[in-house]
């Protein structure tokens, strides 16, 4: 049974901080990981994707990957109260275009 | 932008009733999924389909079925509806090849069974 693990949260940042999300996984034939933003009674967004090793920024958000530890990471510079949302980890494993999402965690940026 | 299309934003049915949830896609993607969302157990697949009339189950595909008869269509069927069933039903589609495989979300049905 492939597993995603996240922090469940609920994780409270005030406003201008950074956010540290972290994920990890079980299966280690991974190939592609992906972050979603989801707001209360609304679908998963994504914002980021990563599929190899290091730092992938875009605005205020870096992913990180390292596939030895089986661990990925969302950073949200400058968090903002409209940052406040669950985050979910999706794993494509091996040969497979299934995603397995972990059960999110909460983040809540208070103004 | 990939736009994916449930046809009801909100479903009430009654116990028994076979309920139909339906979701198109505008991006000509391979792949087709349909998940539901309950607090504290998170995203899990009920079924996808990778093909025209290919399907494969998911990891809770009981008491569901699904139908793929054009590659922009993929329908979930509830054969007979029962109360567990109530939950938050997700569409996605992606691509099966390239650089970008990632899935992308229609609105999402919530579904109440009574």
């Known amino acids: 049974q492939k597993e995603v693990e996240q922090n469940s949260g609920p994780l409270s940042v005030p406003e201008g901080a950074i956010a540290s999300l972290n994920c990890t996984y079980s299966d280690r034939g991974s190939q592609s990981f992906f972050w979603y933003r989801q707001y209360s009674g609304k679908s998963p967004e994504l914002i980021m994707s990563?599929?190899?090793?290091g730092d992938k920024e875009d605005g205020r958000f870096t992913a990180q990957l390292n596939k030895a530890s089986q661990y990925v990471s969302l950073l949200i510079r400058d968090s903002q109260p409209s940052d406040s949302a669950t985050y979910l980890c999706a794993v494509e494993g091996a040969g497979s275009y299934q995603l397995t999402f972990g059960k999110g965690t909460k983040l809540s940026v208070i103004p | 932008d990939v736009k994916v299309t449930q046809s009801s934003r909100y479903l009430v049915k009654r116990t028994g009733e076979k309920v139909f949830l339906e979701c198109v896609q505008d991006?000509?993607?391979?792949?087709m999924f349909w998940y539901r969302q309950d607090p504290g157990l998170g995203l899990r697949l009920i079924y996808f389909?990778?093909?025209?009339?290919?399907?494969e189950k998911g990891d809770i595909p009981e008491g569901y079925s699904v139908s793929r008869e054009k590659k922009e269509r993929f329908s979930l069927i509830l054969e007979s509806a029962s109360t567990n069933q109530t939950s938050m039903y997700l569409c996605a589609s992606s691509l099966s090849e390239g650089v970008n495989t990632e899935a992308f979300f229609g609105q999402g049905t919530r579904l109440t069974v009574v």
């Open positions: 990563i599929y190899s090793n």
């Open positions: 389909s990778y093909d025209v009339k290919m399907k």
């Open positions: 991006m000509d993607h391979e792949n």
